[in-house]
């Protein structure tokens, strides 16, 4: 396959989802084939839509214009130089590669000495965060087959962006997973809304990220808040964009009030900046 079947890497532009009366977001072009970004494939005008493939996950197709367009999501382990191979069958059943070339991208790094025992884990809380985490596994792997309308996203809270996605952490020289979203400073008690339209697909305590809740926009695309003093939905509550869902807290493992937001597709992490207004 060509490369040119490749997308430009830009950020697909629609209208916010659902929100009255809001004029679409332009934001900057920016590299998505990196890890931790959305690589973007045409895929052509057939009246049905292909199903994509990355691995064993199913991959986020919807229509803009005349084309259908797969939106990919690239892990953040993703090697630069690496290529990704992507399967997209056509409705009539015929099968190809689309190769995604990943591009390197540097995300920061911080270097924090602190006491020992904040660093590992009791037995008891490693317990209860193995569970957790196996848990998180199952429901960020949901694919509903109903596609969003767009893909732009409305900010979930006012307040100062941190640019900590994919920054890696090390307490006293040991490496610890990469940022896997944006914090959002605010105060305790400031409003949360749903960036998109959805459905509320989880929400309890976690070990980590106290309060959180995890909205499901379709087809792999989901949308996570941590941190939260309050949380104001149920589960499968069905929201409009700018909903409100909760309340901005600081439960969970923080050191202050803020929300976490993270954006997922294909079950990986991506950076929430690229759906969001510049």
């Keep these: 396959m060509n490369r040119r079947r490749l997308l430009k890497l830009a950020p697909v532009l629609l209208a916010p989802c659902g929100w009255p009366a809001a004029r679409a977001a332009t934001p900057p072009p920016r590299e998505l084939a990196v890890p931790g970004g959305v690589a973007r494939l045409k895929l052509g005008r057939t009246e049905l839509p292909p199903q ?12 803009q214009g005349p ?21 997209v069958e056509q409705p009539g059943g015929a099968i190809e590669q689309i190769p995604i070339v990943v591009k390197r991208k540097t995300y920061p790094s911080q270097h924090l000495n602190v006491p020992p025992g904040q660093v590992d884990l009791s037995p008891v809380d ?22 969003p309308a767009t893909t732009d996203m409305l900010q979930p809270t006012p307040g100062r962006r941190s640019s900590s996605f ?12 990469p940022h896997t979203g944006m914090d959002i400073a605010a105060p305790v ?7 998109c339209a959805g459905k509320v697909l989880d929400r309890g305590d976690y070990f980590f990220s106290g309060n959180q809740l995890i909205i499901d926009h379709g087809q792999g695309l989901l949308t ?33 009030p803020h ?7 294909n079950t990986v992490p991506v950076d929430p900046a690229l759906f969001l207004p510049a």
């Design 52 to 63: 994509v493939r990355l691995g064993d996950e199913r991959i986020l197709v919807m229509r």
């Design 67 to 87: 084309e259908w367009v797969a939106l990919v999501g690239l892990p953040l382990g993703a090697k630069p130089g690496s290529t990704l191979h992507v399967e």
């Design 126 to 147: 490693l317990s209860r965060y193995d569970r957790e985490r196996a848990h998180l596994g199952e429901v960020l792997r949901t694919f509903t087959e109903d596609p």
């Design 259 to 265: 929300l976490h937001f993270s954006v997922y597709l």
């Design 166 to 177: 994919g920054m890696r952490r090390f307490f006293n020289g040991r490496s610890r997973n």
């Design 189 to 195: 008690g400031a409003p949360i809304i749903a960036a």
């Design 224 to 256: 996570l808040y941590a941190h939260l003093s309050e949380i104001e939905v149920e589960t499968a509550d069905v929201l409009a964009a700018g909903a409100p869902i909760g309340k901005v807290g600081a439960t969970g493992r923080v050191t202050g």
